[in-house]
């Protein structure tokens, strides 16, 4: 059974850093793309940032030179890394595991507010 943990969200004011993990269990990362998304209240859920197999990254516009998304493969952990926070950026934050069957964590919240 596949689970993704997320952790590392919390309060931050404008301008502030923080850094996102998603341990996986169950099965590997390394033979996933992996993706983040958040979803704000009251609105769907969105993309944010994908990470492929292969290593290569993908952006939303709107955190684009902001945030980082990394893998560890040894350690079966994503990460983002979110630089620059605006409150608009304040959102549950998933991790999935994507494939032909795809796997969502539980979540994590970013609050950004002064």
């Known amino acids: 059974q596949v689970q993704l943990v997320e952790s590392g969200g919390g309060l931050v004011q404008p301008g502030g850093s923080l850094r996102l993990s998603c341990a996986a269990s169950?099965?590997?990362?390394?033979?996933?793309?992996m993706g983040w998304y958040r979803q704000a209240p009251g609105n769907q859920r969105v993309w944010v940032a994908t990470?492929?197999?292969?290593?290569?990254?993908l952006y939303d516009s709107s955190v684009y030179g902001r945030f980082t998304i990394s893998r560890d493969n040894a350690k079966n952990t994503v990460y983002l890394q979110m630089n620059s926070l605006k409150p608009e950026d304040t959102a549950v934050y998933y991790c999935?595991?994507?494939?032909?069957?795809?796997?969502w964590g539980q979540g994590t919240q970013v609050t950004v507010s002064s």
């Open positions: 169950g099965s590997t990362i390394s033979a996933s793309d």
């Open positions: 999935k595991m994507i494939g032909r069957q795809s796997y």
């Open positions: 990470i492929t197999t292969s290593g290569t990254t």
